[in-house]
Structure formats: structure tokens, C-alpha cells
């Protein structure tokens, strides 16, 4: 079976480094995805890793570590925009299906 | 503009009523799939497809069903056996490249709400 699994919540300062942690347990792994979710809207791509190791991107940097089975997300400068919602998924071999975790939502402080 | 679109936005039903909520792209993807949220939670997949006139089941297919007989096209019906269909719908697809990863694309989203 699936299971992602990431932090409910998570507070932090405008200007300040959030980072959001993700650790998977699934079958056919094909690299991990992370999406933001403002309220109401569609959730957008941030950043896909395949390999273990940092891809940045801007303010946001993710990791993964195959072997352990973990990823993380990391936001730097933090805006009040970001405050969000932010799922990490992992997709499965077979037909690029994604497996989402709950979600963390991040509220950015003044 | 390439897209995706979903109508409408907000969907009210009475309980016992089917309901179809539409998907349409025009990115010229091959594979499409549906996604339902419940409030504070992650996406759990419904149904996906690969290729026009094929589609399979996702985690949670019971008392839903689709079709897809247009590459740009994957309706979503929810019908009266599904128990709890009150939650937002996310259409998502994606260019289809056997193996490599390739990224989903959402739609706004249909909420639906069972009366």
C-alpha cells in the first residue's frame, strides 16, 4: 500500500525559512512531487524529484533521500503569499498515478 | 489559451439525484484523471485514463464513472450510490511519456454539494 505522511500545520515569520517534511512508504516508486493549494484553488507544481539529492528553484528548494523514504520542501524569505497549503505526492510507476499526502498548511506571520 | 477547464464552480444536488461534472482540455494530453479533496485533506484519486476510450479504476471508483470518447474530454458522473459525494473535484492531465515523469495539470475544481 501508500502512505504519505506530512505535519498538519505550520506557523512561521514573513522573511523567515519554513521547511516541510515528507516521508513515504509505497511499491514502484516514480519520483515525488511537491504542489502549493491556496483556499478554494487548484494546486500548482512546485518541483519534482527523482533522484536523492536538492533541486532549487528560487525561494524553494526540495530534497529527497530514496533510502529513507523521505523528502522535504524547504521556502526561504517567506512572503504572506505563501501561506498555503502545500501536498506532497509520490507517483507510482504505472500510469503516472499520484498518491497525495494530506497536506501541510502554512501560515506566514507579519 | 491551453487549459483546463471544469464547470461550473459550485454544483448543488438533492441526495438520490446522478450528477456529471465536466473536464475539458486542450493541451493536447493523453491522460487525464479525477481527484476528490475532502475539507483538510489531501487528493484521492477517483478514476484515470491514458488514452481516449480507455480508463481504469483509482482508490476510491466506487459510485462514480466516467467516460472518455474525446481525447479532450473525461466527464465524471457521481451517482446515488456514492455516500458522500459532498466534496471538491479536481480534474487534472498530463502528457503521457511511458515512464518519465511528467507533471498533472488541475482544473479550478467543481464543488459539489449534496442537499
Known amino acids: 500500500g501508500q502512505n504519505i505522511d506530512q505535519p498538519t500545520e505550520m506557523t512561521a515569520t514573513e522573511g523567515a525559512i519554513v521547511q516541510i517534511n515528507c516521508t513515504y512508504q509505497?511499491?514502484?516508486?516514480?519520483?515525488l512531487f511537491w504542489y502549493q493549494q491556496h483556499a478554494g484553488e487548484a494546486p500548482t507544481f512546485l518541483s519534482y524529484n527523482v533522484l536523492d539529492g536538492l533541486e532549487e528553484k528560487g525561494r524553494f528548494s526540495s530534497f529527497l533521500s530514496r533510502s529513507k523514504g523521505y523528502s522535504y520542501l524547504l521556502l526561504k524569505e517567506l512572503q504572506m503569499k505563501d501561506s498555503a497549503s502545500y501536498l506532497c505526492?509520490?507517483?507510482?510507476?504505472?500510469?503516472?498515478?499520484?498518491?497525495f499526502g494530506g497536506g501541510t498548511r502554512v501560515l506566514v506571520k507579519p | 489559451d491551453g487549459g483546463i477547464t471544469q464547470s461550473p464552480k459550485y454544483l448543488f444536488r438533492k441526495e438520490g439525484q446522478n450528477v456529471t461534472l465536466s473536464c475539458e482540455q486542450n493541451?493536447?494530453?493523453?491522460?487525464m484523471y479525477w481527484y476528490r479533496q475532502d475539507p483538510g485533506q489531501g487528493l484521492r484519486l477517483i478514476y484515470y485514463s491514458q488514452i481516449v476510450n480507455d480508463f481504469q479504476k483509482g482508490d476510491i471508483a466506487e459510485g462514480y464513472s466516467v467516460s472518455r470518447e474525446k481525447k479532450e474530454s473525461f466527464p465524471l458522473t457521481v451517482t446515488s450510490a456514492q455516500k458522500n459525494p459532498t466534496a471538491f473535484y479536481l480534474c487534472a492531465s498530463s502528457v503521457r511519456q511511458g515512464r518519465s515523469y511528467n507533471e498533472q495539470f488541475f482544473g479550478p475544481g467543481t464543488r459539489l454539494t449534496v442537499l
Open positions: 509505497t511499491s514502484g516508486f516514480n519520483g
Open positions: 493541451l493536447n494530453h493523453d491522460a
Open positions: 505526492a509520490v507517483s507510482r510507476a504505472a500510469g503516472n498515478k499520484l498518491t
